[in-house]
């Protein structure tokens, strides 16, 4: 069993970006500049925006980030965004999800101009993804197939099963994984909630993507022998021994899937490290107007 080291990879992926921008900034071209919107106090948002922040300060990117009180309106966070569409200083922006209840996240994703979508989530680029045309790919999607990538795991032919549909990583995920390429060429099946006959499936998974966020869900007698299991799952669980007073799990029972696999990723240190590498790797597109002019 090899551990997939996300973190690691991470690293290397950030020292490539923040070596592309020293170029840029060397031959005197503006700095990549990514803009974050937060609305309210939700304790994994926070982490996860401290972690954008200091990830672009990492790499040599400008980062501003706009904070809202729960309570804003619609209309309110709807005019900010039309303020960042129309920065010519801001290459790409993102909304933190998820936004309270009163707010609809459809409508504030599809207000973001496409060509700043760095998260990937506006339909537009969600089509153009499906259909393999260039695009910004969501983030966590994106950083399992750079996994797959700087690890040379085959996915040719190889029957990709994934748990979980949802718009963010399920079924993109899907869709990258059949795409006529490398990583990709997947025979892929998706597996959710209401699939009757899920172990029988995932017992026939050479690569299985656990991504439905319900902590140690997939079990060792649920995995084939020599599987590549890639795990999504980021639920916070309580846990007294920790200085946070929880515990990040993922989807899959570790301790009794790894001894069965080829490849697995753990949590933390896998996946997660990786998406916000997307993220930044998305801004530099977009800073370079390599996707959309
Ligand atoms: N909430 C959890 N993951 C994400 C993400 O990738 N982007 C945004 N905007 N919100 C999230």
């Known amino acids: 069993m090899q551990l997939i080291d996300g973190k690691a990879i991470a690293d290397q992926i950030k020292q490539e970006i923040a070596q592309e921008v020293a170029e840029i900034k060397a031959r005197g071209e503006k700095t990549p500049h990514l803009a974050v ?12 925006v401290a972690h954008k922040v200091k990830s672009c300060e990492q790499v040599g990117f400008k980062s501003t980030k706009i904070c809202f009180e729960a309570d804003i309106t619609e209309e309110q966070l709807l005019a900010q965004i039309d303020i960042l569409n129309k920065d010519e200083d801001v290459d790409g922006f993102i909304v933190q999800l998820p ?12 207000a973001i101009d496409y060509r700043k979508d760095v998260d990937g989530f506006h339909p537009i680029n969600v089509g153009r993804t499906s259909i393999g045309l260039p695009s910004f790919v969501s983030a966590t999607p994106a950083g399992i197939l750079e996994l797959l990538k700087r690890y040379d ?41 209401r699939t009757a006959n899920l172990k029988e499936i995932t017992l026939q998974a050479d690569i299985l993507i656990a991504a439905l966020g319900s902590p140690k869900f997939l079990k060792a007698d649920m995995v084939k022998d020599g599987a590549v299991i890639i795990d999504v799952g980021t639920t916070r669980v309580p846990c007294e021994t920790s200085k946070t007073g929880f515990k990040l799990t993922g989807d899959v029972d570790f301790e009794n899937v790894a001894p069965k696999c080829s490849y697995i990723t753990p949590v933390p240190g896998g996946v997660g490290p990786m998406t916000i590498c997307s993220l930044l790797k998305n801004t530099l597109l977009a800073g370079k107007k390599a996707i959309y002019k």
């Open 37 to 48: 919107i937060i609305v309210g106090h939700d304790g994994g948002s926070e982490t996860y």
């Open 99 to 110: 936004l309270p209840k009163h707010i609809s996240e459809q409508k504030v994703i599809e």
């Open 153 to 193: 795991i085959d996915t040719k032919g190889k029957h990709c099963v994934v748990i979980g549909r949802s718009n963010i990583v399920g079924k993109p995920v899907a869709s990258l994984m059949m795409q006529k390429a490398y990583p990709g060429d997947a025979t892929v099946t998706i597996c959710h909630s």
